[in-house]
Nanobody, 124 residues
Framework: QVQLVESGGGLVQAGGSLRLSCAASGRTFGIYAMGWFRQAPGKERDVVATISSSGDTTYYADSAKGRFAISRENAKNTVYLQMSGLKPEDTAVYYC?????????????????WGQGTQVTVSS
């Protein structure tokens, strides 16, 4: 069992930055690939970025490439999402997720565990 708790969301102006954190409980964090997904009102939950269990491999949605960076510290059971150049269309609830091994194009229905989400609002 893995429990995930996100933090770091908030209100930011367009062009600003935020860093999301996801703290995981349990001694098996290091065997899970991790990911960040987001869901805007009335839309599906979509992948933003994922990272392998070792941290060697990452995946970014086109919308995140060049602006967001995912990283993890296995010693701290924590995964991060550094977001810069934020746009109003980035406004959503951001969720942390864990999976043993994401598919080449990660999907929300693959995840084994989810956090409760953190709201990110970008004003224009």
């Amino acid at each position: 069992q893995v429990q995930l708790v996100e933090s770091g969301g908030g209100l930011v102006q367009a062009g600003g930055s935020l860093r999301l954190s996801c703290a995981a409980s349990g001694r098996t964090f290091g065997i899970y690939a991790m990911g960040w997904f987001r869901q805007a009102p009335g839309k599906e939950r979509d992948v933003v970025a994922t990272i392998s269990s070792s941290g060697d491999t990452t995946y970014y949605a086109d919308s995140a490439k060049g602006r967001f960076a995912i990283s993890r510290e296995n010693a701290k059971n924590t995964v991060y999402l550094q977001m810069s150049g934020l746009k109003p269309e980035d406004t959503a609830v951001y969720y942390c997720a864990a999976d043993r091994n994401w598919h080449a194009i990660p999907r929300a229905d693959e995840a084994d565990y989810w956090g409760q989400g953190t709201q990110v609002t970008v004003s224009s």
